[in-house]
């Protein structure tokens, strides 16, 4: 996965709910591995891709407007949700992860999908009553 696959797999999906990028950090060093992020704004939100050979995987975070910019799987903030937590929020209904080995397309569809079906709910929950 690269970062420059974000814009390209959830850029319209993140434009169509008022995300904006406003960094992006290309080249993150994470436990002696590399890694990425790209940040994004909206008038309520922010939003954090990012991915990390050491952990083997990515994130997709949610956090508050006033939460600082840090690496996802460096940040031990109380106040963001990731993609599964969103999924704990409101039903599930557009199916589990995809395995391992499916693919990177996979990977990026499953996360469009889970942006459309729950960003608006999340942003809201997260601005209402804040994360837990």
Known sequence: MSYTDVEKYLGATLAEHGFVRYAVEPDITWRDA???????????????VCASD??????????????????????????????????DRVK????????????EQ???????????AHLAAACAALVDRGAP
């Open 92 to 103: 599930d209904d557009i199916g589990r992860p995809p395995e391992y080995g499916s693919g």
């Open 106 to 116: 996979a990977v990026w569809e499953w996360h469009r999908k889970v942006l459309e």
């Open 34 to 48: 590399p890694a990425w992020a790209v940040y994004y704004r909206s008038p309520d939100c922010k939003l954090q």
């Open 54 to 87: 050491r952990e083997g995987g990515d994130l997709v975070l949610l956090a508050a407007l006033d939460a600082a910019d840090v690496f996802g799987f460096a940040s031990e903030s109380v106040r963001s949700w990731s993609t599964p937590r969103m999924l």
